[in-house]
């Protein structure tokens, strides 16, 4: 039996962020990841942190306040705990100075990037921060450390992205992307979690892969005293003097939580296939209270057929549906032919959850992308390179009428839907959903565009992508309070006990105030979770 302070179990931004801080106060620390490779779904995101009122955006000329940073929280997410929401908020930043502090980790403004609902009382065009590029060192290769990266290498910032209009078609730095590549260096949550990995293994924090926690060690007073683990087929127990952190991401890949829990339809997940569950059980075998296990980070998502995840099942690897949504000369369309959405919204996969009243099915799947050869000419479609030729998977077809033909729709109300959007696109002015209208979505649409977000569909031949409910993370998880600690079903902390990341229950909800919250709520409930473990004795 191996005894240390602390237990983190989960290597995302929750359970680093929580082993540094720990490390840091002074505490013996160890991680356990139950997979062969470090990050979770850090690793392969953008690695966004929306950090209001920070001090690089100060240095950047971008003034914040928390209070303003409320205000919006308040606006955007009403009815979530006030006390929690005011936490994080001036907490978090505090984390990103103590991650520059304690890791190689510079971090810079993402200024082209503002809130989901800056148009609100308190939005703000510039609170995203991300990591500047960051060498991954004598950590080991690369490839081998993290999941590989959905479409290509993180090699760029997300500011980068933005300023070569990577989105909207505009050719990539090859010269730049060449000479990171050969430096070894990585951005976004690649970049992250090297950070992060470079400043757990300066503090001494012990860091095991391929060891999965299978149970909590409660001692007779009622303090969680320890983890159970499985490694290499053999039975590992740890003592824990001050605590364990739960940080272990959602339940996405797990299908029967995901059937028992979710309020709405969640087929693709985009993360790799480690989120299981395990911090939902784990905390719930010990009577650990549970919130908004119905909710999830959704996200729309398209799959290339033989894509899949470097696991031993072979998992099926889903994408994020980004040009197809906020790009001009492309439109949604459920089974009955017709718009649902607007697409460009960054909440815009909430409306898969729609029921049909009269038939009790859902109303809005299946769905398609349809977009045209203006589409293909300028953008890339499914990772397909724009003017690329399109692969047999990707369907198909010279006119409106055999493409419904071929997807099952009705041809005259595809058709009438398609001349009803043209017509609006023409102008600029989306009078069923208002796509187009908000600074979010401008931000990502094509700023050489007549309108960022809109164009007609009109040129043939068509495509249609079929688009699926996914997920970044699920959001139900264990209750915490304001130090992170597990709550009981009376309210009580359950002592020795914290959870940070999608292990714990989402503090913003039910939609997505921000792009950059979730990890940045990781980082920040995982710092507060590690300080305060440290901190018992």
């Known amino acids: 039996m191996e005894d240390v302070d602390v237990v983190v179990i989960g290597s995302g931004a929750a359970g680093l962020a929580a082993a540094l801080a720990a490390a840091d106060g002074g ?30 955006m ?25 006390d929690l929401i005011e936490t994080f908020v001036r907490a978090v930043p505090e984390t990103v100075r103590f991650l520059e502090e ?19 009382p308190g939005g703000h065009s510039s609170r995203h921060l991300e990591v500047r590029p960051v060498a991954v060192g004598d950590l080991g290769v690369i490839d081998e450390l993290v999941w590989p990266a959905p479409l290509f290498a993180p090699v760029l910032t997300n500011q980068e992205v933005f300023e070569h209009s990577l989105f909207a078609g505009g050719p990539p730095p090859l010269e730049l992307i060449a000479q990171r590549s050969s430096a070894e260096v990585v951005t976004l949550g690649a970049g992250l979690i090297i950070g992060l990995l470079h400043g757990c293994r300066a503090m001494g924090v012990g860091l095991v892969r391929g ?4 149970e909590l060690l409660r001692a007779d007073n009622g303090r969680i005293a320890g983890v159970r ?58 009577g650990a209270a549970m919130a908004y296990p119905g909710e999830y980070w959704s996200w729309p998502a398209y799959q290339v057929p033989g894509t899949v995840w470097p696991d031993s099942d072979a998992t099926p690897q889903a994408q994020l549906v980004l040009p197809e949504r906020l790009l001009p000369h492309v439109l949604w369309v459920n089974a009955a032919g017709h718009r649902f959405v607007n697409e460009s919204s960054h ?18 799947l299946p769905a398609w992308a349809i977009g045209d050869a203006q589409f293909r000419a300028k953008y890339s ?78 040129e043939p031949p068509f495509f249609a992508l079929p688009v699926h409910p996914g997920a970044v993370g699920t959001k139900g998880g264990a209750r915490i309070d304001r130090h992170a600690r597990v ?14 990341g999608n292990a714990a229950a989402a503090v913003f909800g039910p939609g997505i105030i921000a792009g950059g919250l979730t990890i940045a709520s990781a980082l920040t409930w995982g710092r507060i979770a590690g300080r305060d473990a440290a901190r018992t004795h």
């Open 27 to 56: 505490a013996e620390v160890v991680v356990l990841e139950a997979s062969a490779r470090w990050g979770g779904s850090t690793a392969v995101s953008g690695g966004q942190i929306w950090a209001p009122a920070n001090h690089r």
């Open 58 to 82: 100060r240095e950047a000329g971008c003034p914040d306040s928390a209070e303003n940073a409320l205000t919006y929280c308040r606006a955007a997410a009403p009815g979530r705990p006030d």
């Open 102 to 120: 304690r890791t190689p980790i510079e971090l810079s403004v993402v200024t082209a990037y503002p809130d989901t609902f800056v148009e609100l």
């Open 211 to 214: 060891c999965r926690v299978v």
């Open 229 to 286: 683990a499985e490694q290499g087929g053999a039975a590992r127990t740890v003592r824990a003097r001050r605590g364990v952190i739960l940080a272990t991401g959602g339940f996405e890949h797990d299908a029967d939580l995901r059937s028992r829990l979710l309020s709405g339809p969640l087929t693709h997940p985009v993360t790799p296939p480690v989120q299981n569950g395990d911090g939902l059980r784990l905390a719930g075998q010990i």
């Open 347 to 364: 909440n815009c996969a909430a409306a898969f959850a729609e029921l049909d009243p009269n038939t009790h099915r859902l109303r809005n």
């Open 381 to 458: 479609v499914a990772g397909i390179p724009a003017g690329a030729q399109a692969p047999d998977w990707l369907i198909q077809a010279d006119n409106l009428r055999d493409l419904a033909t071929r997807l099952g729709i009705d041809p005259d109300a595809l058709a009438s839907t398609i001349t009803r959007f043209n017509n609006m696109a023409a102008t600029g002015h989306d009078e069923d959903f208002g796509r187009g209208r908000s600074r979010y979505e401008h931000a990502f649409g094509d700023p050489a565009a007549a309108h960022p977000n809109l164009g007609p569909v009109g």
């Open 487 to 500: 709550l009981d079903w009376t309210g009580q902390a359950i002592p020795g006990l914290y959870a940070a």
